[in-house]
């Protein structure tokens, strides 16, 4: 009977490393999805935003074109057009933020892509390894086997 493979418990360990290295990187494509997620979604945000600020400015600018805005719409418009321009910078922060956090998401993936495939690779070097090593113990299994029905068949 062939002998067990003496680095089984390499073998086990490696296995284990690429399963938790492959949990990891599962792990960090879903962070990675809600971080471009949310990115877009502000950046949609702002656009619209923008957008809307934009379109009254030119109704306010029709408007004034026209003659028909009083002192109090006019007040109006500048505090208003304060608190969109805050709204406007604290959308735009908050975009920054978050695409730098996809950045940051996105880098952590592929360093746990990385991990994965050195992972896989120590895993496979233990594989090609045991493989010769199995073939040459099932060699000198099958040897020792033979030596010994020609041993028991040998006259005396």
């Known amino acids: 009977m062939p002998r067990r ?11 284990a490393q690429v399963k938790v290295a492959a949990a990891a990187r599962k792990d960090q494509e879903a962070v990675a999805g809600r971080a471009k997620a949310d990115a877009a979604q502000a950046a949609l945000a702002t656009r619209t935003h923008v957008d ?13 074109a026209r ?3 009083r002192a109090a719409d006019l007040s109006q418009h500048g505090t208003w057009a304060h608190v969109a ?9 908050a975009e920054t933020a978050l ?8 880098e952590a993936l592929q360093v746990s892509v990385e991990e994965l495939t050195s992972r896989k690779r120590e895993a496979e070097v233990v594989e090609r390894h045991q493989a010769r090593w199995t073939k040459t ?15 028991r068949w040998r006259p005396r």
């Open 5 to 15: 493979y003496p680095l089984a418990t390499l073998s086990g360990l490696r296995d």
């Open 52 to 64: 809307s600020v934009t379109d009254v400015r030119e109704r306010q600018a029709e408007r004034l």
């Open 67 to 69: 003659g028909s805005l």
């Open 85 to 93: 321009a805050r709204k406007t910078e604290a959308l735009r922060n």
């Open 99 to 106: 695409a730098r956090e996809h950045l940051r998401a996105e």
């Open 137 to 151: 113990e099932h060699k000198r299994f099958e040897e020792a086997q033979a030596e010994e029905l020609e041993d």
